[in-house]
């Protein structure tokens, strides 16, 4: 599956950005998405998590409360709603897609196999 990254940007703390990740697959209902986030000198970081149907979600405590995942299988689109933004959570965002998993939830990047290119987020405060 081919995964394409969008909506990134220049925000100030407090507000609201939408990524979306469109999906180019004939089955995406059959794939569990992730975001995972990649600030400057630190390691790639799980985010959120959302299962085949939907009804299973896990989110990182850093951002639960604040973030929300979805997924829109006509659209075949997955989206992280990121509200109350901090400056903490400037990095580099990427969607992850797999339809082969071992265990739940797959925080763990190796869980993945398909990666999208990535959307910037910076928060300034």
């Known amino acids: 599956v081919q995964l394409q990254a969008s909506g990134g940007g220049l925000v100030q703390a407090g507000d609201s950005l939408r990524l979306s990740c469109a999906a180019s697959t004939r089955t995406f209902s059959s794939y569990v998405f992730g975001w995972f986030r990649q600030a400057p000198g630190s390691e790639r970081e799980f985010v959120a998590v959302?299962?085949?149907?939907?009804?299973?979600?896990t989110y990182a405590d850093s951002v639960k409360g604040r973030f929300t995942i979805s997924r829109d299988d006509p659209r075949k689109t997955v989206y992280l709603q990121m509200n109350s933004l901090k400056p903490e959570d400037t990095a580099v965002y990427y969607c992850a897609a797999e339809n082969s998993l071992e265990r739940w939830p797959p925080r763990s990047q190796s869980s993945f196999r398909s990666w999208g290119q990535g959307t910037q987020v910076t928060v300034s405060s």
């Open positions: 959302i299962s085949w149907s939907g009804a299973s979600i």
